[in-house]
């Protein structure tokens, strides 16, 4: 199974929104409603910021919201804060009973 | 609060089995399912195995040859085994609990070299 693509980084500067893609294709991403969300602040465990492709736990900001269509999943962070510079991994199903992860996207808050 | 904590060898020798424990506590091991997630240093997460509550496992098809996850609920404990290493598999391996399709609660993680 191939790794999900997502950009390299990401940028934006405090109070703008940013979004992040996710690719996949028809056997993950396109072909279940299950994709998670990931940040992961250097040196620590990934926390899950979204669930079911929209859903949030408890605990994390409205400011994180997350969309599909077809191959392609969304993470949108808005009103960028300085904590939410970190690395941000998607996550899908598989149509092989598998998880698999994106390659990661560096997010820089200017 | 549930809380979960890597144990195991830091050092493994090629062609030997990694073996990893994760306890858990704050939460009953039985009510939930359980997973392990790595991390090669500086680079991304790739996803291992699930064991869920009915016993039931998942393996990641490009390791299935190679591991395995077991369960002991007397210890509130789960394991991977990890076969014939490479350098490949060095790694920050985390343990997670698995919860409405998404790895909720995480381990610090634990760094395991493979090198002679």
């Known amino acids: 199974q191939s790794a999900l693509t997502q950009p390299a980084s990401v940028s934006g500067s405090p109070g703008q929104s940013i979004t992040i893609s996710c690719t996949g294709t028809s056997g993950d991403v396109g072909g279940y409603p299950w994709v998670s969300w990931y940040q992961q602040h250097p040196g620590k465990a990934p926390k899950l910021m979204i669930f079911d492709v929209r859903s949030r736990p408890s605990g994390v900001s409205d400011r994180f919201s997350g969309s599909k269509s077809g191959n392609t999943a969304s993470l949108t962070i808005s009103g960028l804060q300085a904590e939410d510079e970190a690395d941000y991994y998607c996550s899908s199903y598989t149509s092989s009973r598998s998880w698999v992860f994106g390659g990661g996207t560096k997010v820089t808050v200017l | 609060q549930v809380q979960l904590q890597e144990s195991g060898p830091g050092l493994v020798k090629p062609s030997e089995t990694l073996s990893l424990t994760c306890s858990v506590s704050g939460g009953s091991i039985s009510s939930y399912d359980w997973g392990w997630i790595r991390q090669p240093p500086g680079k991304g997460l790739e996803w291992i195995t699930n064991i869920f509550k009915n016993g039931d496992t998942d393996y990641n098809p490009s390791l299935q040859s190679r591991i395995s996850i077991t369960i002991d609920t007397s210890k509130s404990q789960f394991s991977l085994q990890l076969k014939s290493g490479t350098a490949a598999d060095t790694a920050v391996y985390y343990c997670?609990?698995?919860?409405?399709?998404?790895?909720?609660?995480w381990g610090q993680g634990t760094l395991v070299t493979v090198s002679s």
């Open positions: 997670a609990r698995y919860e409405d399709r998404g790895f909720d609660y």
